[in-house]
T-cell receptor, first 112, second 111 residues
Framework: GEDVEQSLFLSVREGDSSVINCTYT??????LYWYKQEPGAGLQLLTY?????DMKQDQRLTVLLNKKDKHLSLRIADTQTGDSAIYFC????????????FGTGTQLKVEL | DAGVIQSPRHEVTEMGQEVTLRCKPI?????LFWYRQTMMRGLELLIY????????DSGMPEDRFSAKMPNASFSTLKIQPSEPRDSAVYFC?????????FGPGTRLLVL
């Protein structure tokens, strides 16, 4: 079955760039997503990329997709304390309806 | 749009009681998902519907759990009887096309 893996924890200094990585196993993935979850809240869709793209930029966020290596990354430029949260990677398989497979989440801690 | 609406936001109940969680999806969305999140197991998909019809309920943990979607604007997740190990945050999400949006969740504590 599909599997999505992420490292559990990342710590950065305010103002630095953060890079959160994700690997997935399903070669038929059509879309890949990044969600953000703040404490006590639901998952907020940050951005997503279609599988035939290799990069997408949205303000401070840059998504890079290496389909050959099945590797997805999220770069946050000029990281702020408000970016502290858990970030989930997810993939949608071809033929899987709209069902998503989520990673375990990466806890991002931004230090002053 | 108000987004996905869930109620109640918090629920505390005693073991053996029936619990009903409610969800109103975003208008026009034809998919609805129920998830459960715990520290130990992370985010788990319980069941999802397409056009009010259950498509995949393989994630429902046991017969104590049931879900219904009587119309396009309402769904329920029921646990009967509830057990302490059901304590978790339950999320509802809805989607149309490629994006899925989550509600704020219901925090359930079963004593």
């Amino acid at each position: 079955g599909e599997d999505v893996e992420q490292s559990l924890f990342l710590s950065v200094r305010e103002g630095d760039s953060s890079v959160i990585n994700c690997t997935y196993t399903d070669s038929s993935s059509t879309y890949l997503y990044w969600y953000k979850q703040e404490p006590g809240a639901g998952l907020q869709l940050l951005t997503y990329i279609f599988s035939n793209m290799d990069m997408k930029q949205d303000q401070r966020l840059t998504v890079l997709l290496n389909k050959k290596d099945k590797h997805l990354s999220l770069r946050i430029a000029d990281t702020q304390t408000g970016d502290s949260a858990i970030y989930f990677c997810a993939e949608r398989s071809k033929g899987g309806g709209n069902k998503l497979t989520f990673g375990t989440g990466t806890q991002l801690k931004v230090e002053l | 749009d108000a987004g996905v609406i869930q109620s109640p936001r918090h629920e505390v109940t005693e073991m053996g009681q029936e619990v009903t969680l409610r969800c109103k999806p975003i208008s026009g969305h034809d998919y609805l998902f129920w998830y459960r999140q715990t520290m130990m197991r992370g985010l788990e998909l319980l069941i999802y519907f397409n056009n009010n019809v259950p498509i995949d309920d393989s994630g429902m943990p046991e017969d104590r759990f049931s879900a219904k979607m009587p119309n396009a604007s309402f769904s329920t997740l029921k646990i009967q009887p509830s057990e302490p190990r059901d304590s978790a945050v339950y999320f509802c999400a809805s989607s149309a096309r490629e994006t899925q949006y989550f509600g704020p969740g219901t925090r359930l504590l079963v004593l």
